[in-house]
């Protein structure tokens, strides 16, 4: 898989060698069920068309430039969403420089210079995808912003326990702790690539860390895991229940959220204790 930067300095150059392709559309941060399922069904219209797929997405996060959110709680790095990609069959990944001049495209801009002339045949997109300057392009729009050059196909809603799947309540989730349920969101438990030293894991830039409190996690390099558990809470993540610490457990790790622990209080002899359990059995 290609991985290309995109800007406009150098869009004209991209756009001269520009061939056919489809492309689906969006931030795709977590790349939790939604956005698998739009990129699968933009693969099954490149196969039809026997042409390539791509998938365009933007950074930094367009809420960072339009809403003024300095702190903005990504779920993964791009390193992680191409690696992704790559496994769900894509064949370019457009990254899109995300800033003032872009937002202020108009829509009918935005589909000609970002789609129409980098040779998108058919777009592929959630049902609330928008684009162009206040988000005035819409799936119902695409085509007709094309100048009917561009095919659409618009991906309804994907939910779980009747409420939408998306990046949004991803976070909502972690910053509350609820680690447990993101399986059901993005198809496997919450992972987030660390720094290993002694007892303290520094997370790598652009991962967020569950609420403060104390985790089931499993802890992996390439070669080991082991389960244990970490205590979180401003300073970052530290290791609780490992004397002494293998020396495998330094360098890059992964962190793999099981489940929050419940602290309980306990009576030992005539002095209590705090023990903590799993959340769910």
């Not at 061939?19 to 196969?47: N, P, R």
């Not at 797929?53 to 191409?82: D, N, R, W």
């Not at 990944?93 to 045949?121: P, W």
């Not at 610490?245 to 209080?265: D, Y």
Request: charged residues 25%; aromatic residues 10%.
């Amino acid at each position: 898989m290609e991985t290309i930067y995109l800007n406009k300095e150098n869009l004209a150059a991209y756009q001269e060698v520009a061939s056919a392709k489809v492309m689906a559309l969006g931030c795709f941060d977590g790349l939790h069920h939604g956005h698998v399922k739009v990129i699968q069904t933009a693969w099954q219209e490149a196969k039809e068309r026997q042409v390539s797929l791509s998938v365009m997405s933007f950074f930094p996060h367009p809420k960072t430039i339009m809403g003024g959110k300095a702190c903005f709680h990504y779920l993964m790095p791009q390193s992680e969403k191409e690696k992704r990609f790559c496994e769900l069959g894509v064949d370019t990944f457009y990254l899109v420089e995300f800033d003032r001049d872009f937002a202020g495209l108009s829509s009918q801009e935005f589909v000609k210079e970002y789609l129409v002339n980098l040779g998108v045949i058919h777009a592929v997109a959630g049902y609330d995808f928008s684009y162009g300057s206040r988000g005035a392009g819409n799936m119902d729009t695409l085509n007709q912003d094309s100048g009917d050059r561009i095919d659409v196909t618009t991906v309804d809603k994907v939910e779980y326990n009747g409420e939408k799947i998306s990046s949004t309540r991803i976070r909502e989730l972690l910053l509350e702790g609820n680690v447990e349920e993101l399986p059901y969101l993005i198809g496997y438990s919450y992972e987030i690539k660390c720094e290993g030293a002694g007892s303290v894991l520094t997370p790598f830039s652009h991962f967020t860390l569950p609420a403060p409190g104390r985790y089931d996690v499993i802890l992996k390099n390439k070669c080991k895991s082991i389960q244990t558990e970490v205590t979180v809470n401003e300073k970052g993540v530290t290791l609780t229940s490992i004397d002494p610490i293998p020396s495998w457990l330094e360098g890059n790790l992964t962190i793999v959220w099981n489940q929050r622990m419940k602290a309980e209080k306990v009576q030992m002899g005539k002095k209590d204790h705090t023990i903590f359990r799993p959340l769910f059995v």
